[in-house]
């Protein structure tokens, strides 16, 4: 974490640690079946870093940032027998109100910069690039919202773990030998209903939320009747410990469509961290006295991913093409 250079050079490629930032790009796409469209990817996935500097070197202070996530199937496709212990499908969360739907996607790109033109540029040339090898599942533009607030008028992103707690919570350790420096990435569209919130008197929504809607003073909780966002979302394991997971939420939207949304994104060293979240979000804790602010926001999709470090993506490249090559008809994207 220390030791960044951000404004002398541009950011590499799964630089999870990018700095939070005013524009991003969600871009989820699944990947055609097939040889020639599995060795255009790993050719894209190969040049990632090139193509952030191309993109990036043009105005440093623009901080242009792309971290590529992985799901499942591609993974196995890519790299069969070899995947992160976790990495799995999106498990859909089924409570007793409301439920988090799982939704298709092989690749997701974060892309970040302080400028909205960065980002797109660089989609442009990366989808440009990746051809007919892939479809866009979902493409959602986000940004920054005055004090980085959510389009329900709260500060989002607070209790973001810093400095060391960074990597510590964010990115996978010796555990997981060849995928230390990786991270699970688990993203979900939400649409608000901003008229619904604004019928619920700011005192309520504060409680609902575990922060006051102002000056975002963590209000303590423990032993009101009913558990906040925040509280649900805290995650203590039996030892004792606090788990974390680092969010890049941003919100997005069309007013002339009456279109509301956040997009979640969480990293996490752990991907059970983040399912534990949504469990206590959708079914309660006690089950029942689930997360109000699913009354006024609804999930759109749901998809994990494994973002790996730039080295363990190289060598996972490197290791399809090696098995194209050697497959008859494989690696010929002609
Ligand atoms: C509609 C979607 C969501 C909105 C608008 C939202 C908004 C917020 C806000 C305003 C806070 C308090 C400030 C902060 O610490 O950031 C917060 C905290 C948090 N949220 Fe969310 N959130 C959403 C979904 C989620 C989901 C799906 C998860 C996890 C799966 C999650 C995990 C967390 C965590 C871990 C915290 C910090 C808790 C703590 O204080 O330690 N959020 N969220």
């Not at 005192?203 to 102002?214: D, F, H, M, N, S």
């Not at 007013?255 to 399912?275: A, C, D, H, K, N």
């Not at 689930?290 to 973002?307: I, K, N, W």
């Amino acid at each position: 974490m220390t030791g960044k250079s951000w404004d002398r050079v541009p950011i590499d490629a799964q630089s999870i640690d990018a700095p939070l930032s005013r524009a991003a790009v969600f871009l989820v796409l699944s990947v055609t079946d097939g040889p020639p469209a599995l060795a255009k990817v790993c050719s894209v996935l190969d040049g990632l870093d090139d193509l952030v500097k191309t993109v990036g070197f043009r105005d440093l202070a623009g901080r242009l940032s792309c971290i590529v996530g992985i799901g499942r199937d591609l993974w196995d496709r890519l790299q069969p027998g070899s995947r992160p212990r976790e990495l799995k499908a999106f498990v859909p969360v089924e409570g007793a109100v409301h439920k988090a739907p799982s939704t298709p996607g092989d690749l997701l790109f974060h892309i970040r910069a302080e400028r909205t033109d960065l980002c797109f540029e660089f989609e442009r040339l990366l989808l440009d690039a990746l051809g007919a090898g892939v479809t866009v599942v979902d493409e959602v533009a986000g940004f920054r919202y005055f004090d980085a607030r959510d389009l329900l008028g709260f500060v989002d992103g607070t209790a973001n773990p810093t400095g060391l707690d960074l990597p510590a919570s964010a990115l996978v350790g010796d555990e997981d030998a060849g995928f230390e420096g990786g991270s699970y990435v688990v993203v979900q569209k939400y649409l608000h209903d901003l008229d619904a919130w604004a019928r619920i008197p700011t005192p309520l929504q504060e409680a609902i939320i575990g922060r006051t809607k102002i000056d975002n003073v963590e209000i303590d909780d423990d032993d009101a009747p009913r558990k906040s966002h925040k509280s649900l979302a805290t995650i203590v394991d039996a030892d004792g410990n606090e788990h974390d997971i680092l969010r890049d939420n941003m919100p997005f939207g069309r007013p002339g469509q009456r279109e509301f949304g956040t997009y979640f994104i969480g990293y996490s060293r752990y991907l059970w961290v983040v399912e534990k979240m949504l469990e206590r979000m959708y079914v309660g804790d006690p089950p029942g006295a689930y997360d109000r602010l699913l009354d006024v926001s609804t999930p759109h999709t749901g998809t994990t991913f494994f973002a790996p470090a730039r080295p363990a993506l190289q060598r996972l490249v490197r290791a399809a093409q090696a098995q194209l090559a050697a497959e008859p008809e494989g690696g010929r994207t002609s």
